[in-house]
Each structure stands twice: as structure tokens, then as C-alpha cells.
């Protein structure tokens, strides 16, 4: 699939670069900010309504509340909760434990009281910009440059690559990664780089064309039943 892709790309644009980053398993958030303030956050929904969840992301501390681009600005992220953060609330809460990281990040956001959300420490990893008006960028090494300069939290692994095979590498830095990670992840992303490219590839029914996501196999193990309890 990932060879297709490639193919598909040079058929559309010819040779182009491609950033790799992590593919996070939690709850996507958009955060929209008007003359330099920070004016409301929405979940994606269905990608043309969301929730707004405004309130319960003033309680998580990695975004700026005020920044420098003075323009209109949504910027999108992926609300996660760590493993040793969910580990120590788990501990804390031994009467209602939470399942995983990536349910409890969720609740945490669409959660309708925001103290549930503050005592559940969650956090954002921004690596996109949705919409920006005047656009002053040209591509997702500029984007996420720019999300790092305004002191948006995001991850530390970010890779552009001049090729399939320089792709491919990447992807196999982040599956030996993975498991040594504190956030819940379960694959790559795979973008191609230049913003006016991705204008040339557009967009399927619910895709764009310029990305893919690659998943990796779920992780399985052997284990024993100790115990049945009939009903």
C-alpha cells in the first residue's frame, strides 16, 4: 500500500519529499485563535461538526493562550493521556481504574465537568495547521517549525524524507521506537511535504490524497486463564 502510494504521488506531481511522524491514538482537537488569542476548541466530529470542548482544554497547560501571528488560525492536535500519567492516576483511583490511555484521554476532553478533565492530566501533541488566513506557510517542515515557534507542544520525532526508501527508514525508526514510548501510538504518518502539492493531489470523498497512514500489527501475546466465573 505504501508502494502505491509513492506511485500515486509521482504519477500526480512527480519526485516530491515526504515528512514521517508518529500516528497517536487519542482524541483529535482543533484550537482556533483570532488577532493572537485563543478563542475556542472543537473536537474533529464528524470533520465538518464537532464538540466544543473550549472549557475543558483551558485546563491542559501545552498551548499558548496568546500568540505573535495576528491573523486567523486553526491549528490541530491530538489530545493524549501518558502511560505513566494514566499508571499513577490508576494507582490513585483503585475503585474506577481506566481502562486505556486512549478512552481515557477522550473522556477526559469530552467530559462535560472540566475538574474531571484537569485530575486526569491529559495532554496535547499538535502537528498539523488546518486553516490560516494570510497562509504565511509553504510546507509541514514550515508548519510544524511555526507550532514550535508560537509554543505549541509537539513530539520530538519529526522526519523529511527525499524518498520511498528514506520514508521507509523512518517508519522502521518509529517501530523500534514505539515501545520504549510514554504516549500510546500505532503507526506513522506519511505526508507529502509541499503545501501547493498538496493542492495539485486533493482530496478523495474522506481522504487526502497527499497522506497515508501506516498501521502497524497489533501487538499479541500468550497468556493463561487462571479463573472462570460462570453466570
Avoid at 472543537?42 to 482544554?57: F, M, P, S
Avoid at 503507526?187 to 497515508?212: C, H, W
Amino acid at each position: 500500500e505504501l508502494s502505491a502510494f509513492f506511485t500515486r504521488v509521482r504519477k500526480a506531481v512527480g519526485e516530491t519529499s515526504y515528512t514521517v511522524e508518529y500516528k497517536y491514538d487519542g482524541l483529535t482537537v482543533c484550537l482556533t485563535y483570532e488577532n493572537g488569542a485563543f478563542v475556542r476548541a472543537t473536537t474533529r466530529g464528524n470533520g465538518v461538526e464537532g464538540e466544543d470542548v473550549t472549557e475543558q482544554v483551558l485546563t491542559i497547560q501545552s498551548f499558548p493562550l496568546k500568540i505573535s501571528y495576528q491573523g486567523t488560525l486553526e491549528v490541530r492536535g491530538e489530545a493524549v493521556m501518558r502511560l505513566s500519567v494514566l499508571e499513577k492516576y490508576n494507582e490513585q483511583h483503585p475503585d474506577e481504574p481506566l481502562k486505556n490511555a486512549r478512552n481515557a484521554a477522550a473522556g477526559a476532553v469530552r467530559n462535560l465537568d472540566p475538574k474531571v478533565t484537569k485530575t486526569r492530566n491529559p495532554e496535547i501533541l499538535f502537528y498539523d495547521v488546518n486553516y490560516m488566513s494570510p497562509n504565511i506557510l509553504s510546507s509541514q517542515e514550515e508548519t510544524m517549525a511555526f507550532l514550535k515557534k508560537e509554543g505549541f507542544k509537539t513530539f520530538p520525532f519529526f522526519r523529511v524524507c527525499d524518498s520511498g526508501e528514506s520514508v521507509k527508514a523512518a517508519i522502521d525508526e518509529i517501530e523500534i521506537g514505539r515501545k520504549n514510548l510514554d504516549v500510546l501510538t500505532d503507526g506513522a504518518v506519511i505526508k507529502v511535504n509541499g503545501l501547493s502539492v498538496r493542492e495539485q493531489m486533493g482530496y478523495t470523498d474522506k481522504f487526502p490524497r497527499y497522506a497515508i497512514a501506516y498501521k502497524f500489527e497489533a501487538e499479541e501475546a500468550e497468556t493463561t486463564v487462571l479463573n472462570v466465573f460462570w453466570q
